[in-house]
């Protein structure tokens, strides 16, 4: 059984930085792209950032350049690491593996980011 452990989250002041890690079990994630979701309350879960087995990442207009996907396929690992947090980040952060540009499989509990003064 495959299963997504999320963490790193916790409340920051806007400006600040948090990486996330995901660790995966019960799976070799080295030939999977592998994504970042975050969802908002009251809004729909959505994918911020994706990194393919080659280690090329696209990301989303609104994390561009401020966040950073990396991964680690020995230790079965995918990290995020946000930068220049902002107010409207707050959510509760995913990762999955992903077919094409779909999420694949179950979800793991999420990590919350709280981003305020």
């Known amino acids: 059984q495959v299963q997504l452990v999320e963490s790193g989250g916790g409340l920051v002041q806007p400006g600040g930085s948090l990486r996330l890690s995901c660790v995966v079990s019960?799976?070799?994630?080295?030939?999977?792209?592998m994504g970042w979701y975050r969802q908002a309350p009251g809004k729909e879960r959505e994918l911020i950032a994706r990194?393919?087995?080659?280690?090329?990442?696209v990301y989303a207009d609104s994390v561009k350049g401020r966040f950073t996907v990396s991964r680690d396929n020995a230790k079965s690992t995918v990290f995020l690491q946000m930068n220049s947090l902002k107010p409207e980040d707050t959510a509760v952060y995913y990762c999955?593996?992903?077919?094409?540009?779909?999420?694949?499989?179950?979800w793991g509990q999420g990590t919350q980011v709280t981003v305020s003064s």
């Open positions: 019960g799976s070799i994630i080295s030939g999977n792209t």
């Open positions: 990194i393919t087995s080659s280690s090329n990442a």
């Open positions: 999955n593996r992903m077919a094409g540009l779909q999420p694949w499989g179950s």
